[in-house]
Each structure stands twice: as C-alpha cells, then as structure tokens.
C-alpha cells in the first residue's frame, strides 16, 4: 500500500530554513487526483495544517504562516518537499507529510513524522 | 478561519464502553468532516471521513453522524486499543483545520 517518508534535518537553527522532504511509494504524486500535504504538531499539542500541493497546478497554505512557506514537487523522484523560512522556537513540532483524497479532502495516508527542533 | 472544537478534552472509560465524542465547528461545514485516531509518538490515523463513512479497515465499532455544524463520533464498545487521542478535522474551507483533540484513556 502507499508509503510516505519524510526526511531532513531535525536540527535547524532560528532566522534559517527548515527543509522537508516527503518520498512516497507506491502511488504517483502526479496522478492529477491527488493532493499531497504537510502537517505539523508540536511537542504535546494538537494538529496544524501547513499547506499542500496538487498536481492540478496549484498550491495552498495556512495564511497563518504568512509567506513563509513554499511546498513543490519533484515528479521524477515522487517526492514533494517542504520549505519554512526565518524559523523561531514557535516551529519546533513533529512535521508529517500525507496524502490528500480529493473526493472530500482528507488525510488518508500519513508519514511516520518527523521532529524539527528550532535551537540554537 | 473556521475554528473547531471538541468536547469533552478528555474521558476515563473501560473497556466496553460506549464512547461518544463531539466535534463542533464555527460555521456550517456540511459534511466535510473527518476523524483521526493517534496513538502516543504515532502518526493520525483516519477513521472516518465525510462525518459518516468508514474508512477502509477501521473496525465497525466506530461510527460518525452530523451535519452543519455539530458532529460526533461514537465508539460502540470500547477495546483497549481505542485508548488514543480523538481529532476532527474540517475540510470544507481552506486552511483545513483540526480541533483540540479528545484523550481517551483508562478509568
């Protein structure tokens, strides 16, 4: 069945760039039914949305990340990836990626997660 | 942004129990309301989606009902593996937003 991975640095120092990257397998981020998505949860709270993409062209994020945020996708690897700009504490969480049904949106296949940890 | 939430914040129950929880959102969402299960350290796991269907593999004791904006999931007779934190998630408007969650554990 579809598999999702994230990977990346699970240190990022504040004012840098944390940078995700989600490998799927066994299903194409292409296939134009599909969305694909990163959600966050920091240590102990609950779920935030971050954004997502689909390969009907467009993108979209949570406006409360304001212009931080830019997902994209790399068909020829199947991955997707995750970009945070001028991170502080605030972003530390357990980051997932997931698959995104399209018929009613929601999350139907989900990464095992992975913690970022905004310190310097 | 439509804002969820979630009633109780937490339950102590036994096994065998019926278990009902209660989603409310801010605005009405029809029916684009979904149900996660997670485990401690796992990721959510989907149960329910459009407020009342099952998703594929999920044990018939759990079900969902609502519309508009008041929703519910119940767990029929609760097994041990059912104690977990409980989020709805609404995906009628974008950012898609989750509610507090609900921590069921044992009484």
């Known amino acids: 069945q579809l598999q999702l991975q994230e990977s990346g640095p699970g240190l990022v120092k504040p004012s840098e760039t944390l940078s995700l990257t989600c490998t799927v397998s066994?299903?194409?981020?292409?296939?134009?039914?599909?969305?694909w998505g990163w959600i966050r949860q920091p240590p102990g709270k609950g779920l935030e949305w971050i954004g997502s993409i689909c390969y009907s062209g467009k993108t979209y994020h949570n406006p409360s990340l304001k212009s931080r945020v830019t997902i994209y996708g790399d068909t020829s690897k199947n991955q997707f990836s995750l970009k945070l700009t001028s991170v502080t504490a605030a972003d530390t969480a357990v980051y997932y990626c997931?698959?995104?049904?399209?018929?009613?949106?929601?999350?139907?296949?989900w990464g095992q997660g992975t913690l970022v940890t905004v310190s310097s | 942004d439509i804002q969820m939430t979630q009633s109780p914040s937490s339950l102590s129950a036994s096994v065998g129990d019926r278990v009902t929880i209660t989603c409310r959102a801010s605005?009405?969402?029809?029916?684009?309301l979904n149900w996660y299960q997670q485990q401690p350290g796992k990721a959510p796991k989907l149960l329910i989606y459009a407020a009342s269907s099952l998703q594929s593999g999920v044990p018939s004791r759990f079900s969902g009902s609502g519309s508009g904006t008041d929703f519910t999931l119940t767990i029929g007779s609760l097994q041990p593996e059912d104690f977990a934190t409980y989020y709805c998630q609404q995906s009628h408007s974008i950012p898609f937003t989750f509610g507090p969650g609900t921590k069921v554990d044992i009484k």
């Open positions: 605005q009405s969402i029809s029916s684009y």
């Open positions: 066994r299903d194409s981020i292409s296939r134009s039914s599909d969305c």
């Open positions: 997931a698959r995104i049904f399209v018929d009613r949106y929601y999350f139907d296949y």
